[in-house]
């Protein structure tokens, strides 16, 4: 009951501020996603990883590595390579997503939409944790690498993103769809975050530890079932709040970690991660076959 609480409190406490802000900023959000896109002409490398604790298996780690790049203003794409490693089991590599999202008002507004699609080719092995759909518990990354490994899955995910700046906040709800391309039901879920800098105002000269370099935050996903069933019960639910942070030299640094709230979810995610902006790459890249 408590626990159920917290998951109704928190879900009205992040979704309750969707305002506008006239200039953009950079988000935290490990799992939710905001309407603010890369750069065009920008790579931004990415390595990410969790660590998880579970009940009926043993804990793991799973990194995995992104590349994206702003390819318009209104279009950002994303590749993904994911593995896992299980204590006292394996190493495994898990497989590769792609990932686009469409912005199409480029202008700010009091909520700005993205629409996101994602095409999987997963193994029942992979443990990234980057979203959580349908019935998704901590039970299901139990089974030993060596017979999840050889299950592959094919699936589409698409994400309706709904985000808002507003005096330093931002605040993003996504509203997610997954489906398993070998005639399974549609899977639904949920994230949603709320992050903001120490300060707002930049100092005259670049610093590594001035506050507005410091984000604070926090986000909350978890499953909404299948087209069988729309519910909230019987399905894995995650708080987590969020620190980063982002150095004038593209360097960003983010730490999250991530408690379950009911008995379906991993009861602890530890999750951390390093970037680097590649600034104008496109036009290098471009250069190189002039």
């Excluded at 890369?38 to 590349?67: C, H, K, M, R």
């Excluded at 495994?92 to 008002?105: A, I, K, Q, S």
């Excluded at 808002?164 to 398993?180: H, L, P, T, V």
């Excluded at 399905?235 to 960003?252: D, E, K, M, R």
Aim: aromatic share 14%; charged share 20%.
């Amino acid at each position: 009951m408590l626990r159920g609480s917290i998951l109704v409190l928190g879900l009205v406490v992040l979704s309750a501020c969707a305002c506008p802000r006239t200039t953009a900023q950079e988000t935290p959000y490990i799992v939710t996603y905001s309407h603010h896109l890369e750069e065009p002409g920008n790579l931004e490398i990415e390595f990410y990883s969790n660590y998880a604790t579970q009940e009926g298996g043993n804990d793991f780690v799973a990194p995995w590595l992104e590349f994206e790049y702003g390819v318009t203003g209104w279009w950002t794409t994303e590749f993904y390579l994911d593995s896992q490693t299980t204590f006292g089991d394996s190493t495994v590599f898990t497989g590769t997503r792609w990932e686009n999202r469409f912005r199409p008002l480029m202008r700010e507004h009091w909520i700005n939409p993205v629409l996101y699609v994602e095409f999987e080719n997963t193994t029942d092995a992979d443990k990234t944790l980057k979203e959580v759909v349908g019935r998704d518990n901590q039970f299901d990354a139990a089974e030993p690498n060596s017979e999840a490994n050889n299950s592959h899955a094919h699936e589409i995910e698409t994400k309706l993103i709904l985000s808002s700046d507003y005096k330093g906040w931002n605040i993003s709800e996504n509203f997610i769809a997954e489906k398993n391309l070998g005639h399974e039901p549609w899977e639904f879920g949920y994230a949603v975050g709320a992050s903001r800098p120490l300060r707002l105002a930049a100092t005259p000269r670049p610093c590594n530890f001035c506050r507005e370099n410091f984000i604070l935050g926090g986000e909350m996903y978890g499953g909404l079932g299948t087209t069988d069933v729309l519910t909230l019960s019987g399905t894995s639910h995650y708080f987590a709040p969020i620190a980063a942070w982002q150095l004038p030299s593209g360097v960003n640094l983010t730490l999250s970690p991530g408690f379950g709230l009911n008995d379906q979810s991993h009861r602890f995610i530890l999750r951390w991660g390093l970037s680097y902006e590649v600034s104008g790459f496109g036009r290098r890249l471009r250069s190189l076959f002039r």
